[in-house]
């Protein structure tokens, strides 16, 4: 038979490097392409493959097209992982912006310019930072729910915008696969602020690098019907990958011998809001078709993890005796960093991140100072449980996708408050005209509105105002009232706006 020729973007990265290796694994079968920057680190991490025949390796970058150009020409497949992400996408947002969005423009253009475009494949990685705070009661997500960018999230906003540009690219084969949180043993050493944005009742099905990797090989296998492209779909390890965010620091630091969260951390250092995460309604679909869960049970996975963690980390960490040493000495530092902790936002009262992540100063001094009064929550993780709330996308989900009629669009329209101005459907993957709640008007495929959960461009999300959006959009308030009153004053209009379009809008 012959090969494939498979273009890879990010393999120097944590997932893509893993796709790598399950590619590499199938070099009788795959040919690979990576677009790699040309850097001392990437030589040494890729030494051993550029002498062989199956890998060839393009240094360049992917806001240039020319790279992406040679790295596409002759690929049957077009696996975009590489791009900017967290923690660095939060000190760098413009850069943040500007690779991600032209990555994407590049790639679909380069495919375009190919003699037969029709005939490639091409995987876009989304993230599940695009659907934002999901914390229960609402924590069960599908594709098609809301887009809702958390506030300050430029990284998702990145990711949004670039979700947007293959599923209106006309390319007749892409698939947009929106991962979730990676576990993988260097997971640990992102000890970064931004641990702290997280809310310790919030959620996350977490994929593990294993999964997530496997899942790269086998969407390029023959096995993969017509039906699965042009759709969204949520990647997780499944049920048993179901975490709360207390339940994961409990397992990382479980099992480095330190026992519960509550020997490093206040619980008030942890934002209560404002980050992202859900459980996966819809997560064993992609799985029916990619087949690429290894199903660890997930506290052998930790052990088997934490087993492959650096010495350091394991003399850093050598049990409970030193919890409270590291907790005054390390970990309230790190909520103590300037502009981006916790801790450092609330001594200084910067008053749009206590909004966006607290409500208010008031609340977050409000908040329990000791574990003994803080309400641990453990939600059902199973899709059976009564505890589960879906979402209501606007229309008729029974009826087969592409029966959908003009009058399907408009109940759609309405239920987001504004109007599909269209008379006529071409089909579901062709762009109509729709008219927001705002008054604005735009062009966008019912498959990106309806599967994908997008809605008006000129309103993503500038400037955050999530406030007044719930109050005119009934689709976008089911995620937002839930988690925040009716009433409560947010600061989510000018003054952020003001605050940071110096630093972001050109």
């Not at 209106?168 to 602020?193: C, D, F, H, T």
């Not at 490093?264 to 809001?273: I, V, Y």
């Not at 409000?366 to 453990?378: G, M, N, T, V, Y």
Request: glycine share 6%; charged share 25%; proline share 5%.
């Amino acid at each position: 038979m012959k090969k494939k020729t498979v273009a890879l973007t990010g393999a120097s990265g944590t997932m893509g490097f893993q796709g790598f290796l399950e590619l590499y694994a199938k070099k009788n079968q795959f040919d690979i392409v990576l677009l790699l920057r040309d850097s001392k680190k990437n030589r040494e991490k890729f030494a051993d493959y550029m002498q062989d025949s199956a890998v060839r390796i393009v240094w360049g970058d992917l806001t240039n097209y020319d790279n992406v150009l040679d790295m596409v020409t002759r690929a049957d497949y077009v696996l975009h992982v590489g791009g900017m992400v967290s923690p660095a996408a939060d000190y760098y947002p413009v850069s943040t912006q500007e690779t991600n969005i032209s990555a994407a423009r590049n790639i679909v253009t380069a495919v375009k310019a190919q003699s037969n475009p029709d005939a490639i494949k091409v995987v876009y990685i989304g993230t599940v930072a695009e659907t934002g705070d999901r914390n229960p009661p609402i924590h069960w997500g599908r594709t098609g729910d809301p887009i809702k960018i958390s506030v300050y999230d430029h990284y998702a906003i990145s990711k949004v915008k670039a979700e947007a540009i293959f599923a209106e690219s006309g390319l007749k084969y892409w698939v947009s696969l929106r991962q979730s949180g990676i576990l993988y043993p260097a997971i640990l050493k992102n000890m970064e602020p931004i641990m702290y944005h997280v809310p310790m009742n919030g959620v996350l099905e977490w994929a593990t690098v294993e999964d997530s990797g496997r899942l790269l090989a086998n969407v390029c296998g023959d096995d993969i019907p017509e039906e699965f492209w042009r759709r969204f779909y949520n990647i997780g390890s499944g049920e048993e990958y179901r975490l709360t965010n207390y339940e994961f620091e409990d397992l990382i630091l479980g099992t480095l011998g330190l026992g519960s969260p509550k020997r490093l951390f206040d619980p008030h250092w942890f934002t209560t809001r404002n980050f992202h995460g859900q459980w996966y309604y819809d997560g064993d679909l992609l799985e029916q078709y990619c087949h690429f869960r290894a199903n660890i049970p997930v506290k052998d996975y930790f052990k088997n993890m934490m087993n492959q963690v650096e010495s350091f980390y394991k003399l850093a960490f050598l049990g409970k005796p030193w919890a409270p040493l590291l907790k005054h000495t390390w970990m309230k530092k790190i909520a103590q960093t300037e502009e981006y902790g916790t801790l450092w936002w609330a001594e200084h009262n910067v008053p749009e991140r206590m909004s966006a992540y607290y409500g208010s100063l008031e609340q977050f001094n409000k908040l329990p100072r000791s574990w003994k009064e803080f309400d641990i929550i453990i939600p059902s993780k199973k899709t059976s449980s009564n505890e589960v709330v879906l979402l209501n996308h606007g229309y008729d989900e029974n009826k087969p996708f592409d029966t959908l009629t003009i009058e399907d669009l408009q109940k759609a329209a309405a239920f987001r408050g504004g109007q599909c101005l269209a008379e006529t459907i071409e089909d579901m993957y062709t762009p109509v005209k729709w008219k927001s709640a705002r008054g604005n008007e735009f062009e966008m495929s019912p498959n990106l509105v309806l599967r994908g959960g997008h809605w008006c461009p000129a309103e993503l999300p500038w400037p955050w105002d999530y406030d007044t959006e719930a109050k005119i959009n009934p689709f976008f308030a089911q995620v937002w009232y839930p988690l925040h009153e009716k009433d409560e004053h947010n600061i989510y209009g000018a003054e952020i706006f003001d605050h940071f379009k110096e630093k972001v809008i050109k």
